[in-house]
């Protein structure tokens, strides 16, 4: 990733954070939210505010669902984790900001 990042290659950043194979839910990373905040963080960077948004609006979204589930079989998933994290939050005010500014 930060060979990627270092060359600022960041649509192919993108393109590994999505593969199926090795990107954020495949076996190997397993929703870990370091990868999670990678994208956040290249979405960010390269300005894809509408994509930012959607992502963490998903997130978002797995999260209140997961959380029904945590309460119905003790497991807390980690996608639970996700919606108190600021990283989340900060990209959803970011790309909102840049969605409703007038420029």
């Known amino acids: 990733m930060q060979i990627y ?3 600022g290659r960041f649509t192919e950043l993108l393109s590994v954070l999505e593969n199926p194979h090795v990107g954020i839910e495949s076996e190997v990373a397993k929703n870990d939210f370091e990868f999670i905040r990678i994208k956040l963080e290249t979405l960010r960077q390269e300005e894809k505010w509408t994509e930012l948004w959607h992502y963490c609006i998903g997130l978002l979204r797995k999260a209140y669902q997961a959380l029904g589930n ?8 980690p996608f639970v984790s996700w919606a108190s994290d600021w990283a989340l939050w900060k990209a959803l005010l970011d790309a909102t900001e840049a969605l409703n500014d007038p420029q």
């Open 5 to 7: 990042r270092k060359q």
């Open 70 to 77: 945590e309460v119905s079989n003790g497991i807390t998933p």
